[in-house]
Antibody, heavy 121, light 107 residues
Framework: QVTLKESGPGMLQPSKTLSLTCSFS??????????VSWIRQPSGKSLEWLAAIDWDGDKYYNPSLKSRLTVSKDTSNTQVFLKITSVDIADTATYYC?????????????WGPGTMVTVSS | DIQMTQSPSFLSASVGERVTLSCRASQNINKYLDWYQQKLGEAPKLLIYNTNNLHTGIPSRFSGSGSGTDYTLTISSLQPEDVATYFCLQRNSWLYTFGAGTKLELK
């Protein structure tokens, strides 16, 4: 079955670089059409799509955050990474990774449980 | 950016009641509209994709409709387990945007 799980530092200081990992099983990112996205949600607020990487290695970014984001994947196509540079308090949120099957659209059919990140000095 | 406006923000309804949630886009999104359910402390879960396609395993009491800028999620007979916040998502433009959510409670 399809599962995803996010991991991250839990807490980091302002101005540092946030590194997140999405580990998944039950599918391969090398399968044509497959996409993995990162989405975040500050506590009590709505969701914000951040970035995505597809089966072909093409990358997509939220334009408002693009200069600070880097999405990548590993060569085994079982992990996706997200780096956010120069974090500040506004980056405090739960970060989710989610899969899009691509066959009929890039909707998010499976999500990880999320990893909470707090930016604090 | 395409703005997504959900209404109402809060809804209180009784078990068995028919419930309708709305989502309005700031421009035509060509039916690239999904609905997600998020229970407290959990990740969002896909209910409906591309306006009216029920995701695998989702009960048939959930349905979606709409076109252009206006979309609706309907729960035909509200169940206690449907208490959650519901978000719409547009995927027509490359900056995917979510609505602010509708929090659904039991009366």
């Amino acid at each position: 079955q399809v599962t995803l799980k996010e991991s991250g530092p839990g807490m980091l200081q302002p101005s540092k670089t946030l590194s997140l990992t999405c580990s998944f099983s039950g599918f391969s990112l090398s399968t044509s059409g497959m996409v993995v996205s990162w989405i975040r949600q500050p506590s009590g607020k709505s969701l914000e799509w951040l970035a995505a990487i597809d089966w072909d290695g093409d990358k997509y970014y939220n334009p408002s955050l693009k200069s600070r984001l880097t999405v990548s994947k590993d060569t085994s196509n079982t992990q996706v990474f997200l780096k956010i540079t120069s974090v500040d308090i506004a980056d405090t949120a739960t970060y989710y990774c989610a899969r899009s099957p691509g066959s009929s659209g890039w909707y998010f059919d499976f999500w990880g449980p999320g990893t909470m990140v707090t930016v604090s000095s | 950016d395409i703005q997504m406006t959900q209404s109402p923000s809060f809804l209180s309804a009784s078990v068995g009641e028919r419930v309708t949630l709305s989502c309005r886009a700031s421009q035509n999104i060509n039916k690239y509209l999904d609905w997600y359910q998020q229970k407290l402390g959990e990740a969002p879960k896909l209910l409906i994709y591309n306006t009216n396609n029920l995701h695998t395993g989702i009960p048939s009491r959930f349905s979606g409709s709409g076109s252009g800028t206006d979309y609706t999620l309907t729960i035909s007979s509200l169940q206690p387990e449907d208490v959650a916040t519901y978000f719409c998502l547009q995927r027509n433009s490359w900056l995917y945007t979510f609505g602010a959510g509708t929090k659904l409670e039991l009366k």
